[in-house]
């Protein structure tokens, strides 16, 4: 028995030893190796941004007279005080996209067409994105789309014309 309390004994003592033996080569941090990193994590506010296109209604073919209204564009936002907004054809007759060529869907002829008088002096101004310039207006105000052009009625074709604007959200 005496025997077999000297063996434990020892097996406890070479235990430890070895425990200890193995705490020497744990890892260890590197003394001037500290490092800090920082970077702004964004949360972005939601933009909403409700565009609609309004056509009007009962207009006839033949000679308009310029400033006829076509179309109003209504944007609304809860969030954006201001938009940007531009005529969008392969003929832009202005350098702000307030005016612009648009051929019918069915003989190809042209009328020009743009932001009215009345709309334009509402603007805010112009604002130079992705290498355009843009016409900004306040949120929550209707512009009209209108005939435009040498400021003379245009005889307008019995036709079906595409008017499509680009609309972006502007904060100031």
Request: hydrophobic share 40%.
């Amino acid at each position: 028995m005496v025997i077999q309390m000297k063996s434990i004994k020892k097996l406890i003592i070479a235990s430890a030893l070895s425990m200890m033996a193995a705490s020497c080569y744990a890892g260890s941090f590197l003394p001037n190796s500290e490092q800090q990193k920082s970077a702004d994590i964004v949360f972005s506010s939601p933009q909403d941004l409700t565009v609609s296109l309004i056509p009007v209604s009962g207009l006839k073919a033949g000679p308009n007279a310029f400033g006829t209204k076509i179309a109003k564009l209504e944007v609304n936002s809860t969030t954006l005080k201001e938009f940007g907004v531009r005529g969008i054809a392969n003929k832009i007759v202005d350098l702000t996209g307030t005016a612009w060529r648009v051929a019918g869907k069915n003989t190809g002829r042209e009328i020009i067409v743009g932001l009215s008088s009345d709309s334009l002096r509402r603007a805010d101004g112009t604002e130079k994105w992705n290498g355009v310039n843009w016409m900004t207006f306040n949120s929550n105000d209707a512009l009209d789309i209108v005939l435009t052009g040498a400021g003379a009625a245009q005889n307008v074709t019995a036709d079906t014309y595409p008017i499509t604007v680009d609309v972006v959200g502007y904060q100031p």
